[in-house]
């Protein structure tokens, strides 16, 4: 070994390797011992506050919103049912809205109260805002139950939409055939396939004929 290679061993050795034990070492506490941000899919613009600087029941509101929010992203953004929101989809009112409550008015809204905690401590927790009968920590759980309850009846016409869509095309198919069906061949018939337990022991001869369709 000539005397530069061995001069770069025991830099590597006892400069590099050690230096780089430290920055690991280092970056390593400092990620465990960073504060746990706020994570929510929906609402990205969170993930730079702690979790710990806003109250348990305001996390609680946020968490509902955002699990109710990215359904209603995919339910009314989502408009070629393709499972992805892309330039395919048509843009409407009722999507832009849902994006714009989540993307801006819930983000201020947290921004606003964290300045009001942030100027005196829990004063934000305790002290009546002027002119009102509510805290600032009050306001902005009025803010989230406001959204929340919207975004429930958000949820609700969709699914009586929805609904509606799906007993449209059980009259349509009925008109189609000559022999209808009642609702209650219809359930028999699916327990028949997801339950084949369920099939009368003594019935196993039976069969469903659909005589004809009409034109």
Known sequence: MTQVTAMLVMFVLYGVLPAAGLFLGYRGVKKLTAPKMLEYQAMPQLGY???????ADVRTALAQINEKGEKLSLIYGDTNNDGQIDDKDTVNETYIMIQNLMDRHIPQAVADYRRLHDLDGGRADTTKIKH?????????????????????DLLNA????????????????????????????ARQSIDMITNPANIDATDNNRTIVIDSVKD
């Open 49 to 55: 506050i702690p979790e710990k600087s806003l109250p």
């Open 158 to 185: 969709s699914y009586h939409q929805d609904g509606q869509k799906l007993l449209a095309t059980n009259r349509y198919l009925q008109q189609r055939f000559d022999t209808p069906v009642t609702p209650n061949q």
């Open 132 to 152: 009102s009968n509510v805290t600032g920590k009050e306001a902005l759980l009025d803010v989230l139950g406001t959204i929340n309850v919207q975004f429930d």
